[in-house]
């Protein structure tokens, strides 16, 4: 069954850094876009960030523009995430899905929380 697999959430100071990284299991992520979302306690689904299958394009937030940094490597059939300077407003469950052709696969997320 194919599936996307999410890792690297942790409790962290303000401040401080983590690297969320998406595996895709049963599947190749060649030609697939990606993209990370985000979700708190009592808000809506939004989008974080977004790479294009070759990873020449991407595109964030601009409530994470200049401290997140998305890259993939289609070898390891993985997707990254770099997040710098964390605020605790980033405290979410981050989920990652990929996206061809009207083919949709997600995460079943990992929980970021930043202590201020």
């Known amino acids: 069954q194919p599936q996307l697999v999410e890792s690297g959430g942790a409790l962290v100071q303000s401040g401080g850094s983590l690297r969320l990284s998406c595996a895709a299991v049963?599947?190749?992520?060649?030609?697939?876009?990606i993209g990370w979302f985000r979700q708190a306690p009592g808000k809506e689904r939004e989008g974080v960030s977004c790479i294009s299958d070759r990873g020449d394009y991407t595109d964030y937030a601009s409530s994470v523009t200049g401290r997140f940094t998305i890259s993939r490597d289609n070898a390891k059939d993985s997707v990254y995430l770099q997040m710098n300077s964390l605020k605790p407003e980033d405290t979410a469950v981050y989920y990652c899905?990929?996206?061809?052709?009207?083919?949709?696969?997600w995460g079943q997320g990992t929980q970021v929380t930043v202590s201020s």
């Open positions: 899905n990929a996206l061809r052709y009207g083919i949709n696969y």
């Open positions: 049963g599947f190749t992520l060649d030609y697939y876009v």
